[in-house]
Structures are given as C-alpha cells and as structure tokens.
C-alpha cells in the first residue's frame, strides 16, 4: 500500500501535446532538419488543437542536437586575415555620449611557428 505523501499527482490541466510526443519524434527521426511550423501543420492534420507555443516546447524537447560545425582555417603566416568592423557608444562622467569605431584586423600565425602542435585552442587560451 503506498503512503498518501508519496503518490504523484498532475497539477493544471493535462497535456495536449503529449499525445503528439510519439508522432513527433518519429517525424524527426526521418528528417531531422523539418522546420517546426512544417511539423505543427502537419499535427494540425492529425487532429492537433493545441496551442504553437506549447507545441513548440515538444518539439524543442524531442529535436535531436545538432552538431556544432568545426571549420579549420590552415595556411601559412600571413597567408589568411581576419577583419572585424564595430561601434561603441560611450557616456561620459558629464553625460556625453559619443559613437566609437573600430576595426580590427588580425593575420592568421602558423600554429607550429606559434609553438602550438595542432591545438588552435590551448593556443588561444594562453
């Protein structure tokens, strides 16, 4: 017999997505890259009469993750460049604000001439 402490119960009302969590996910298991509002059209089809935010939220849940992309720049020094344009706005101790640009520029280094072996990262954590 269980203990009336320990029995679980739901709070709000019940789910209407839960019933879609099956269809869903093996619709992304087929193609996981399918936009969400494709897949939301197509529980509409099914019978689907939740809302888009919450629908959202399942898929969100049930996505696989994506990898993250790794993009490896190799050349030799000074043969790759790096520019990056941006502006600041500062305020001053008097309240006057002024725009500040910048540009910055940086020149690929070869990693082996730079004393690093292949870690781009511990290159840069240093």
């Given at each position: 017999m269980k203990s009336r402490c320990?029995?679980?119960?739901?709070?709000?009302?019940?789910?209407k997505t839960a019933a879609f969590t099956e269809e869903?996910?093996?619709?992304?298991?087929?193609?996981p890259e399918l936009?969400?509002?494709?897949?939301?059209?197509r529980a509409e089809e099914s019978g689907y009469?939740?809302?888009?935010?919450?629908?959202?939220?399942?898929?969100?849940?049930?996505?696989?993750?994506r990898a993250t992309p790794i993009a490896r720049f190799e050349g030799l020094?000074?043969?790759l460049s790096q520019h990056d344009f941006g502006h600041v706005d500062v305020t001053f101790v008097d309240r006057r604000t002024k725009r500040i640009h910048s540009f910055r520029r940086a020149f690929s280094m070869g990693l082996a001439?730079?004393?690093v072996?292949?870690?781009?990262?511990?290159?840069?954590?240093a």
């Amino acid at each position: 017999m269980k203990s009336r402490c320990f029995r679980t119960r739901g709070i709000g009302r019940p789910s209407k997505t839960a019933a879609f969590t099956e269809e869903v996910t093996t619709w992304l298991r087929d193609e996981p890259e399918l936009p969400t509002q494709e897949l939301l059209c197509r529980a509409e089809e099914s019978g689907y009469a939740g809302n888009k935010t919450a629908f959202h939220a399942l898929v969100a849940s049930a996505r696989p993750p994506r990898a993250t992309p790794i993009a490896r720049f190799e050349g030799l020094p000074g043969e790759l460049s790096q520019h990056d344009f941006g502006h600041v706005d500062v305020t001053f101790v008097d309240r006057r604000t002024k725009r500040i640009h910048s540009f910055r520029r940086a020149f690929s280094m070869g990693l082996a001439e730079a004393g690093v072996n292949a870690q781009p990262a511990a290159f840069l954590a240093a």
